[in-house]
Antibody, heavy 124, light 110 residues
Framework: QIQLQQSGPGLVKPSQTLSLTCAIS??????????WGWIRQSPSRGLEWLGR?????????DYAVSVESRITINPDTSKNQFSLQLTSVTPDDTAVYYC??????????????WGQGALVTVSS | QSVLTQPPSVSGTPGQRVTISCSGG????????VSWFRQVPGTAPQLLIF???QRPSGVPARFSASKPGTSASLAISGLQSEDEAIYFC???????????FGTGTKVTVL
């Protein structure tokens, strides 16, 4: 059974960097058929996909246009986990953050596993 | 800021059939497969439907879905009290280069 366990601080000051980690069990961060990403949810933005990383002979990264200048998603093969860093945060980045697994088979793609979610508040 | 549009709420009595619509465009629903997610407030969303109409193991057959054109639809037959939740649609958007979600529909069992 796939499990995603998130960790990281729940409070970040404005202009600082938000950092979260997602530990994977039951799968490998290097699995060629899936990707690993982050989604956030807030009342103002709803569910917002932030980005993903995946491995097919090398590592690839896709980021949402809304955050692409501030976001980094890094895989860590030694610990079988991946991380999110979002720089220069503002109160508008306050949200529940989820790590997720995306799966693809031929023409279809879906997000099939979600972490438990973590509320991150941006406030001084 | 959700790209896909859903009705805010639908309701029904136990045993009834309810449907939820999800409206998009040619770069997402019109071109890609659709997924549906179910979220009980305070918990993470869970996959309900993938590849437009396929159910993961463990999802009851009374959940069904279709995709006529650039809109998608989720139907819940034989509505039960435990179906109360918020339902989201989702699809990859080829123009945006990312995954997009619907605004969410709250299902209430009267």
């Amino acid at each position: 059974q796939i499990q995603l366990q998130q960790s990281g601080p729940g409070l970040v000051k404005p202009s600082q960097t938000l950092s979260l980690t997602c530990a994977i069990s039951g799968d490998s961060v290097s699995n060629n058929n899936v990707d690993w990403g982050w989604i956030r949810q807030s009342p103002s933005r709803g569910l917002e996909w932030l980005g993903r990383t995946y491995y097919t002979s090398e590592w690839y990264y896709d980021y949402a246009v809304s955050v692409e200048s501030r976001i980094t998603i890094n895989p860590d093969t030694s610990k079988n986990q991946f991380s999110l860093q979002l720089t220069s945060v503002t109160p508008d980045d306050t949200a529940v953050y989820y790590c997720v697994r995306g799966s693809r088979r031929g023409a279809w793609y879906t997000i099939d596993f979600w972490g438990q979610g973590a509320l991150v508040t941006v406030s001084s | 800021q959700s790209v896909l549009t859903q009705p805010p709420s639908v309701s029904g009595t136990p045993g009834q059939r309810v449907t939820i619509s999800c409206s998009g465009g040619s770069s997402n629903i019109g071109f890609q497969t659709v997924s549906w997610f179910r979220q009980v407030p305070g918990t993470a969303p869970q996959l309900l439907i993938f590849n437009t109409r396929q159910r993961p193991s463990g999802v009851p057959a009374r959940f069904s879905a279709s995709k006529p054109g650039t809109s998608a639809s989720l139907a819940i037959s034989g509505l039960q009290s435990e179906d109360e939740a918020i339902y989201f649609c989702g699809a990859w958007d080829g123009a945006l280069g990312g995954y997009v979600f619907g605004t969410g529909t709250k299902v209430t069992v009267l």
